[in-house]
């Protein structure tokens, strides 16, 4: 093993926790396991258009926040995955194992520091 796991396991699912707190709040987990941003009814008193546009503008807005934090969520879910495997705190371009200190800063993190500025090219 490359590195204690067992704190990171922890500060990953409670990240994991409060991350899904917050999707929960914008939206909903559809049936493909992804999240999207919730269709709030349009009730029958809604029928003023600046009061439908105003639903509109906000339910873009919570797909915009949901497409941001889904991909952390992602991130925290693979770590997790990754503890599970024994591969967690490899680098994903180079196979090193990644500093102690970006992991502590970022226990979701994919890549050593040499090769942070490819993490977002990353699939
Ligand atoms: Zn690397």
């Known amino acids: 093993m490359i590195h204690e796991t067992t704190h990171f396991k922890k500060v990953l699912t409670e990240q994991l926790h409060t991350v899904e707190e917050e999707l929960k709040n914008l939206g909903w987990k559809n049936?493909?396991?992804e999240w999207d941003a919730a269709v709030k009814d349009i009730d029958?008193?809604?029928t003023e258009a600046d009061e439908v546009a105003d639903r509109i503008e906000e339910f873009e807005e919570n797909q915009t926040e949901i497409a941001e934090i889904q991909v952390h969520w992602h991130d925290i879910k693979r770590a997790l995955a990754k503890i599970e495997e024994g591969t967690y705190g490899l680098?994903?371009?180079?196979?090193?194992?990644i500093e102690e200190d970006r992991l502590e800063a970022n226990p979701s993190a994919r890549t050593c520091k040499t090769h942070i500025d490819e993490e977002k090219n990353l699939s």
Do not use: H, N, R
């Not at 680098?91 to 194992?97: K, P, Q, V």
């Open 31 to 33: 049936d493909a396991g």
């Open 91 to 97: 680098c994903e371009i180079c196979g090193e194992a």
């Open 44 to 46: 029958q008193s809604a």
